[in-house]
């Protein structure tokens, strides 16, 4: 019945270089698919240019032209393909009559250890390692000794669950020792125990350095934002519209934003969260740096919105996300200078993909080593987010303490995360 799961992704490779390639999905539906695949476009480093979703509530049809994005490795077609495929349902009549979704078991944490000496980019370098083998960063904890040397923890998953497997363990060893070369002292891997726990959540945050992360509260005239770019000639705006009048069945919201490279991820985030429906959905390719979205919706109980009440939250709720998907700071940790990022966590406990990668890139550019890093979760304003703390070593150079400095770094990194 339906389709078979070999054909639920197709994947059209672009005939020339620096043309779309598209990503065909066409399987049973369920709540959140389309903000699953986004997900995974975006972990494998690829910028969604246009996209078409199409359901009925039992079917799904999505179309995504997408493009590697150019500070992404190479693409690993194939295992994009097979990681899409594991998201769709299964095409069998059982599907219609229980549609739950999948309590598959989570995937075995590793932990990864090595001590060696340390060097600018290092850290970045063993990132980039891990996510061309397709290996999640769950939690880090980096520290540097005062003689030069660097422990790292890494916490991993691998999403092509091999890494139980001799032949993924020594393939894993080799990139690493391709990386690090001689500096490197020691390196082990094992299935993580109880010290993945006590690594779990986040070392205490000040009340003040927590209110400037989580709690920022839209302005009157938030369609002004500028928080999101240096350039102070253009402002940055967000218009979501609600309108009732062109179905008789859902509501049509039409958005117009900014675009950065996550932008449909965190649409589609905010209402797989909310629990809202999506009938159809249109992405229209940028045109002078903004996006335009339209989107039939429906809410949980099949209504359309018409509570100006609930209308005005999802507004508001969505120009959050589109404006502010992600915080960065740079803050004082005592004598010393921290870099925080901070990012919403999904209800179901994703956070979000390649964030450890952009940053350590964007210091890595820089030229700007890391004394210890760490990753957590936090919990505030009754969300949780996924928190990244960067203590920067203040002998590389980079004069840290000046406030043109730390703007520097603030715009660099959120530049790297938004793709811009």
């Known amino acids: 019945m339906g389709v078979p799961s070999d054909d639920a992704v197709l994947i059209q490779k672009g005939n020339k270089q620096g043309e779309p390639h598209v990503i ?10 389309g903000c699953d695949i986004c997900h995974i476009i975006l972990d494998f480093g690829l910028y969604i240019a246009k996209g078409d979703v199409s359901t009925d509530g039992i079917w799904c049809y999505m ?6 994005h150019s500070s992404s490795p190479v693409v690993r077609w194939p295992s994009l393909k097979n990681r899409l495929q594991s998201l769709c349902p299964s095409c069998s009549v059982t599907f219609y009559l229980n549609d739950q979704p999948s309590n598959s078991p989570a995937s075995p ?9 340390d060097r600018k980019g290092l ?10 083998l397709e290996l999640t960063i769950q939690k880090v904890k980096v520290t540097t000794t005062p003689d030069g040397r660097v422990l790292d923890l890494f916490f991993i998953t691998d999403n092509m669950e091999l890494l139980h497997t001799e032949e993924r363990q020594h393939h894993l060893c080799k990139q690493l020792d391709a990386v690090l070369g001689d500096s490197c002292i020691s390196c082990k891997l094992r299935l993580a125990g109880p010290e993945y726990d006590c690594h779990h959540g986040i070392s205490s945050l000040s009340p003040a350095v927590a209110e400037e992360l989580f709690l920022f509260v839209l302005s009157d005239k938030e369609t002004r ?3 999101l770019s240096s350039d102070m000639t253009k402002l940055k705006k967000a218009n979501v519209v609600v309108d009732n009048s062109l ?8 958005i117009h934003c900014v675009d950065h490279k996550s932008l449909l991820y965190d649409i589609l985030r905010t209402l797989k969260d909310c629990n ?17 979205l339209d989107l039939f919706i429906q809410q949980k109980d099949g209504k359309k919105f018409v509570d100006p009440e609930k209308q005005n939250g999802l507004c508001s709720r969505l120009k959050v996300e589109m404006l502010h998907p992600l915080r960065v700071i740079i803050a004082n940790r005592g004598p010393d200078t921290e ?10 406990g994703k956070g979000r993909p390649r964030v450890f990668y952009d940053v350590t890139l964007a210091l890595k550019a820089l030229g700007i080593c890391i004394f210890s890093a760490e990753i957590g979760r936090y919990s505030s304003s009754d969300r949780e987010w996924e928190v990244y703390r960067f203590l920067l070593d203040e002998n590389c150079g980079f004069q840290l303490l000046s406030t043109l400095a730390r703007n520097q770094i603030v715009d660099r990194v959120r530049r790297m995360l938004m793709g811009w």
Do not use: M
């Not at 065909?24 to 698919?33: A, I, M």
């Open 24 to 33: 065909t999905v066409n399987c049973p539906d369920k709540h959140g698919l």
């Open 63 to 68: 179309v995504f032209w997408v493009v590697p």
């Open 109 to 117: 944490v590793y932990l990864l250890k090595f001590f060696c000496l």
């Open 123 to 132: 850290l970045h370098d063993v990132t980039q390692v891990l996510c061309e």
């Open 225 to 227: 934002s500028q928080a």
């Open 247 to 254: 179905s008789p069945a859902h509501t049509l919201l039409q």
């Open 276 to 292: 809202i429906k999506i009938a159809f959905g249109r992405f229209s390719p940028n045109s002078k740096g903004y996006r335009d």
């Open 339 to 348: 870099l925080l990022v901070a990012n919403p966590v999904e209800l179901s």
